[in-house]
């Protein structure tokens, strides 16, 4: 998936005193963020705790979108590449049922 | 859908009116401007002088414009009247509405034309469920423009109404004063854009669509993909019919997602279907791939692009799931819904390679196969990890959001649908049989895919040895001793589901039925059990549950049957295959070439015509693929190392048949056949009247 998807994705945080630029190189399937400033591909303005919820797999990244909580310029398709590089929700059946040796992998990473 | 409702669609946009063109929605009714799953518009009323409108006639000019002809007055039996009414209504990211008045009068008239607008803007999960709203309704005139809006936190949606022709406006529509001259027209045109801040704007992923209510490629763009698509010539007239039907239905189904909006895949039904869904989108651009092969590229791509990478049970996803259904609308946005999207679907996944392989047979591009090498892995990887709930070897299903996700991942999705022959239902998991089936023909495309594009022959070996065993394994465990047949499932106790379904067809479309058994298979499905004459049942008469107009226990599906007619030529039945594609293509006759969803599973000699299911979706993706994929399998059309064989097995009464320019690897190629096979008396019934 990463190998396809490549780009840089501008993440413009808000809701604290300032707004943080911080940015996100996805290329060769390898992910490089800082905060030096570079050409975007896609510019992402979301709330920095917000963006928090996404990255630990407690909000989903296109429902923020759909309701305007995360406001995308630019190429879609990297977003969607963006939401899928972090695990699901620390609360499922799979986590509750690791005692299943059988489903021992099922973990998220 | 209520046939005295007028529907016209765009992609995921579209409207239902009555006759006269009025919207007039409760929050159960499903007229309205919808789009991204959500309603723009839900009053919309034209009146002059205050008078309501009474309509002569409806054009359905093409499946995004209609016209209205209307005379003011209504109710009564005499309409003489001396004005003319057209609206002309054209659907994009809204719709445009030129509206012409006629005056008819000797003298110059001074009218006052009046359109009340509002909206509720509710998600298509509320229409169908009648939920409460949650957020704020605002209402503003901005510039002489109407905007209708609607916020729940950062949630918002407007309606934007404006009218060409000079006009008042106030927060409840328009108002124009209208003077026509002795027998002069009028005519303004009115715009309404459904917005989505950050979605439809010009930088927004559907910013195409942007601040233009419609497209001006629109006819355009239908002209092209009916002149891409082969020719068919024969003697039936409904036949071609049917095929033309077909071809423009599939062509409104398009849909382009946000990712590569100048590419389409199948929805899977118009209008309450116009997303993605992973079975739907899968299995129609397989039934089609004959024609427009173009459409399997984007559904692969699609579809490969949100596979599941996590465990997360609110939306049932796994990593290398393929998705279920895809959704826009406020309850999707809050997360009280799971569709962002849902992966709550058990055989998309294995299906999903079948179609990559289906795919590279006919088009021969590698290129594909090998951008989506990781994803076809990743699906492959599903089956076994993540879709063995039983640790049995099978595919089985059990939802985890047990409060919004689906019960039954089959294709047979309603509650009751999965049987014991006395009729009791059996717990979660479930394996039904066609995934086992599925998954087999995964494996086995699968490997195909691994030796000649991503050579890679251990993995071509190991998936070949899996589907081996996994074949014997079945043949062993589905197989119903004192009926000869496969169980519709294996339930949560190892107990084989032992009702007789059309289930058994599937199996032989992904040859995992062991040769000496498909004999009886075959003898089952085309037995007075399952047959109805018309085409196989769901479910066969006799069985606890039998229901002629049950959803999934007895009516009969003209896509289920064009996967089995696919199956019967797999194993060489030709006859057979010939018989259900002229009873499927004969009631498709009886719909002016449409085919609806299902019909009921009576014996064809009581009813002489197909009993339509009542639903409220049409045309569905899959019946509009139905009689492409017959006409394959009538043909005889595959695909063997770079070149198209043609084995034709047509009934008689088809007498002969040419499809021409068939697209694929070869470039374009053209297939011919003669009718020859004799159907069985009972199929060769009195024919319908062809229109």
Known sequence: MLEKASGTLR????????????????????????????????????????????????ANAMAAFLRGAMRVEGDFALLIAFQRLFGGPPETCATRTTDEADHSERTPR | MSSDLVQILEGNTFVVSDRTGDIEASLTDPTGLFSFDTRFLSKWVLTVDGERLNPLSVDDLQYFETRFFLVPGTGTVYVDSDLSVIRHRTVGSGFRESIRLLNHKQEPVSLTLRLDAGSDFADLFEVKDALRKCGEYHTRV????????????????????????????????????????AHGTWETSIDVVARIPYLTEPSGPAGRRSGRSTRPDMARGLDKWLSRAPRLECGSRSLTTTYQRSLVDLAALRFAPMTSPQHALPAAGLPWFMTMFGRDSILTSLQSIAFTPELAATTLRTLGERQGTRIDDFRDE??????????????TAFEERPHSPYYGSADATPLYVVLLDEYERWTGDTKLVRDLEVEARAALNWIDTYADLQGNGYISYQRRNEETGLENQCWKDSWDSISFRDGRLPGFPRATCELQGYAYDAKMRGARLARRVWRDEAFADKLEKEAADLKRRFNRDFWVVDGEYFAVAIDADGRQVDSLTSNIGHLLWSGIVDKSKARRVVEHLMGDRLFSGWGVRTLAEGEGRFNPIGYHVGTVWPFDNSFIAWGLRRYGFKEEAARIAEGILDAAAYFDGRLPEAFGGYPRSD?????????????????????????????????????????????????????????????????????????????????????
């Not at chain 1, 911080?22 to 490089?32: D, E, M, R």
């Not at chain 2, 002489?144 to 936190?153: C, D, I, Q, T």
């Open chain 2, 142 to 181: 901005d510039d002489g423009r109407l905007v209708l809006g609607y916020r729940r936190e950062t949630f918002e949606r407007e309606t934007w109404i404006s009218s060409s022709a000079p006009s008042t406006t106030d927060e409840h529509g328009l108002t124009c004063a209208v003077k026509i001259p």
């Open chain 2, 318 to 331: 796994d990593p290398g799931r393929i998705l279920h259904e895809m959704r826009f609308g406020e309850l």
């Open chain 1, 11 to 58: 993440f413009d945080l808000v809701g604290g005193p300032q707004v943080e630029h911080w940015y996100l190189t996805i290329a060769h399937g390898n992910v490089v963020v800082s905060q030096r400033k570079s050409r975007a591909d896609v510019v992402v303005t979301v709330d920095g705790r917000l963006l928090d919820r996404i990255v630990t797999g407690t």
């Open chain 2, 607 to 691: 009813t002489k015509y197909p009993v339509q299911y009542p639903t409220a979706c049409s045309p569905q993706a899959w019946s509009t693929g139905a009689p492409l994929l017959l006409l394959r399998t009538m043909l005889g059309l595959e695909p063997v190392d770079g070149q198209l064989v043609v084995d034709p097995a047509l009934p008689v009464a088809i007498e002969h048949l040419e499809l021409l320019d068939i697209p694929g690897r070869w470039g374009r190629r053209d297939a011919f056949g003669r009718g020859q096979i004799t159907t069985s008396p009972r199929t060769r019934r009195r024919r319908p009247n062809h229109r």
